[in-house]
């Protein structure tokens, strides 16, 4: 019985003895749950997260737009003609005032491509405008029915008609300048000499083989020009007038008669009561065929003027509205004018021929 109640009396010591400390271990448990929740709840509130998750690591991002390819560059035009600049200058030609790329036969149209081929329209009953396989090509001339290219190497190509032998050129080198007309060729040379191929009319031949230090030719049907380094006029017709000119710095000659262009920018003829030429002022290159003479301007405008004595009218003359040009030339019922854009305009009658599909034509000061 004693066992027993010693038994229960250590019963009663013992449960105080370990619930004291249980209820120590659970009031402090509680107290660090407490903290925990407090400090969180306070981190929340102040919009920082509790914790920082792991970084997501993405194999395959989505990639930034990728930006538009930008546009090609558009290719500058060629500028207008400035004002007082000489437009019409050809790389080759010793002198400015004479087309170079473009020129005109009695009906058709030649003209050098900017890549050095030419391109021809017209009637083509000689051949004259079989020029498709032509290359290198640095300078045109035309008349009647025959075309003759001068390459960048000096030497000469022609086509089309061969009646007097003015395509025989096939052995030229040397050259810097030419000029044809309906019976001849004319070559300048680099020396300042100059070459004749066709007909020997009236002892041409002769004549210009004595010619040295010449800077500018031309031809007609039955006389050829020169001008020498002093200004000098020489010709081959001893009944012209035209040897007393001053101050002529371009010429161009036609069946009968001959147009200079003088350093003022006037014009003068030496058929003065045919062609009414006296009043132009501010021209930079002359162009005439048998019975017209087209100016071209500075500002790229054109005049033109028929021989008052023939009646021979077609509307070539008709250049007005014309404007940006840079090159002008002529054939026998048609004038011919080169844009700065490298296309062509037509005034007159043409054979119904039709150009206006024609461009990337070089321009003569485009060298």
């Known amino acids: 019985m004693n066992g027993q109640n010693n038994k229960g009396k250590m019963l009663k010591w013992l449960i105080p003895s370990i619930a004291i400390p249980a209820f120590i271990l659970i009031a402090f448990i509680s107290m660090l749950i407490t903290i925990f929740f407090t400090s969180n709840e306070s981190n929340q509130s102040d919009g920082t ?4 998750p792991a970084p997501v690591i993405t194999t395959d991002p989505t990639p930034e737009p990728t930006p538009e390819p930008a546009p090609p560059a558009t290719p500058e035009a060629v500028p207008p003609p400035e004002e007082g600049r000489d437009v019409s200058t050809g790389a080759v030609a010793p002198v400015p005032g004479i087309a170079t790329t473009i020129a005109a036969g009695w009906a058709h149209i030649v003209a050098v491509n900017t890549d050095g081929t030419v391109t021809a329209v017209g009637d083509n009953i000689y051949g004259q405008c079989d020029v498709s396989d032509w290359s290198d090509i640095i300078a045109i001339a035309a008349n009647g029915y025959h075309t003759i290219g001068l390459k960048a190497d000096g030497t000469v190509l022609a086509t089309g008609d061969n009646q007097f032998g003015q395509c025989d050129v096939d052995d030229w080198s040397g050259i810097i300048a030419i000029s044809t007309d309906k019976r001849n060729t004319v070559g300048l040379k680099a020396d300042g000499t100059v070459i004749l191929a066709g007909e020997n009319m009236f002892g041409d031949y002769d004549v210009v083989s004595e010619w040295s230090d010449i800077i500018a030719i031309s031809n007609g049907l039955f006389h050829i020009i020169g001008i020498q380094s002093d200004g000098k006029i020489l010709t081959t017709d001893t009944y012209s007038n035209i040897t007393g000119w001053t101050n002529v710095f371009a010429i161009v000659a036609s069946n009968w008669h001959t147009v200079g262009l003088k350093k003022d920018g006037t014009v003068i003829t030496d058929e003065p009561d045919s062609f009414a ?25 054109a005049v ?3 021989n008052s004595q023939q009646d021979f009218n077609y509307d070539q003359c008709n250049v007005s509205d014309w404007k940006d040009i840079v090159a002008v030339t002529t054939g026998m019922t048609f004038t011919v004018g080169l844009k700065y854009d490298g296309t062509l305009v037509l005034a007159g009658d043409f054979y119904r021929q039709d150009i206006s599909g024609i461009s990337n034509i070089k321009i003569p000061d485009q060298g």
């Open 49 to 52: 997260p509790a914790s920082s």
């Open 304 to 306: 033109a003027v028929l």
């Open 277 to 301: 030429v006296s009043e132009w002022s501010d021209i930079v290159a002359v162009s005439t065929y048998n019975y017209h003479i087209v100016g071209l301007k500075s500002d790229g405008t």
